[in-house]
């Protein structure tokens, strides 16, 4: 009798979701339920655009969340590839949901130019919020760029090196951090906006300002809608891996001292994982017990790497011509 797959519980997968999609969940929804109270007593415009940006953030990292829980699944018979991809669905989910608050900030934006609310009061209140939003949104910022760093392989970094080695590693993280990255960035932009905003209309009564900062913030958001809406429809459709990691892969490969070339390799991301197909030319005069054992010891190795969900591959008889370095050497061309 074949033996059943181990069943997984709900609590081991919720164990492997995206912590930072889950600290970003708590933080912005206890920042939008501030801001809201902030705009009930103040009718900041821009504390408005700033609350609608929180909520948003909330409820995506909140879809987010789920997705990355379900993309931890194991693969079954009828999903013999596994889940990754869920993830990406989610993603997009969280697109539509920026999209629509974004509309809505822009709208309010808008309306503000037409008619600007002069200052009605609530200054320190509005200050104490923004402040506080930029503190969480800030700290949620900095756990997501040393998670793309972690999830990168890539050198850890500290101080004002953080964010330019997170944009430099961003495209090799999952989904859902990237997700975090690019809508906290928009975060910590919008409240600074916004608190300087609230400081100028109190000290000049230039209303004007307040409609201005609420339709930027509301196109900020836009452009973090296409980002992840770009890279997570690329997700979907399948997208191959960075040069770097085919770069390991192969060297994997082809470390192993039976193995004299590579014929082809695929390499398709999903999620945070990878799936590696490949045909490797061994050299002649094994056995064909004795090139399986090889194929098997090559894929052992590879599976070795944690970010490699699965690799298949095949093996023929080495032809004599090194096609790998000259396929590798086209590409650089």
């Keep these: 009798m074949a033996e059943q797959p181990e069943k997984e519980s709900l609590m081991s997968l919720v164990k492997k979701g995206n912590t930072s999609s889950a600290v970003a969940m708590i933080g912005n929804a206890v920042l939008a339920i501030c801001k809201g109270g902030a705009f009930l007593v103040s009718g900041s415009g821009a504390m408005f655009a700033s609350a609608m940006h929180s909520l948003a953030d909330a ?15 194991k693969p079954t018979p009828r999903f013999p590839t596994g889940f990754g991809r869920v993830i990406n669905i989610f993603c997009m989910i969280a697109v539509i949901v920026v999209t629509i608050m974004a509309y809505e900030t822009i709208h309010e934006g808008i309306h503000l130019l037409q008619h600007p609310v002069a200052h009605t009061g609530g200054v320190w209140i509005n200050i104490a919020v923004l402040v506080l939003n930029i503190l969480i949104d800030g700290a949620i910022l900095i756990k997501a760029m040393k998670e793309i760093l972690k999830e990168a392989r890539a050198p850890q970094a500290k101080g004002f090196a953080l964010m330019p080695a997170a944009f430099k590693n961003v495209g090799r993280a999952a989904p859902p951090t990237r997700l975090v990255f690019y809508e906290d960035i928009v975060a910590v932009l919008g409240a600074l906006f916004a608190l300087i905003s609230v400081v100028v209309i109190a000290l000049t009564n230039f209303a004007l300002l307040d409609g201005m900062v609420t339709t930027l913030i509301g196109l900020l958001m836009i452009a973090v809608a296409f980002r992840v809406g770009y890279d997570n429809m690329i997700g979907l459709i399948g997208v191959a891996a960075p040069k770097d990691i085919e770069d390991k892969v192969s060297q994997t490969i082809l470390a192993d001292e039976q193995v004299a070339d590579i ?30 054992d ?33 396929k590798q050497a086209d590409v650089l061309k």
């Design 294 to 326: 090889i194929k098997f010891r090559v894929q052992q190795q590879l599976m070795t790497n944690p970010d490699i969900a699965d690799a298949s591959i095949s093996i023929i008889e080495d032809d004599g011509i090194y096609s790998w370095g000259n």
């Design 59 to 73: 409820v995506n990292q909140g879809f987010v969340f789920v997705g990355s829980v379900l993309s931890e699944k």
């Design 263 to 292: 014929q082809m390799m695929r390499i398709i991301q999903e999620g945070r994982y990878y799936h590696v197909e490949g045909l490797i030319e061994l050299h002649k005069g094994l056995t064909l017990a004795d090139a399986d």
